[in-house]
C-alpha cells in the first residue's frame, strides 16, 4: 500500500482518488482473504479456551 501511496503521490492524482483506490484495494483484499479461508466452527470459537 505504502509503494502505492508514493507512487500516486507522484503521478499527482489527487488525495480523494488515492484514498479511494487504497479503501477499494484494502476492503477487496479482505474479502479475498475471506474467501480463501472461510471461518469453521473452530475458528469461531477463538478465544474460548
Known sequence: I?????AMTIIDI???YQNLIK???????IIVDGII???DE????QGDI
Not at 23 to 29: K, N, R, S, T, Y
Not at 42 to 45: H, S
Open 14 to 16: 489527487p488525495l480523494l
Open 42 to 45: 473452530q475458528t469461531a470459537q
Open 2 to 6: 505504502g509503494i502505492l501511496l508514493n
Open 23 to 29: 479503501a477499494a484495494i484494502l476492503l477487496g483484499a
Open 37 to 39: 479461508n472461510p471461518r
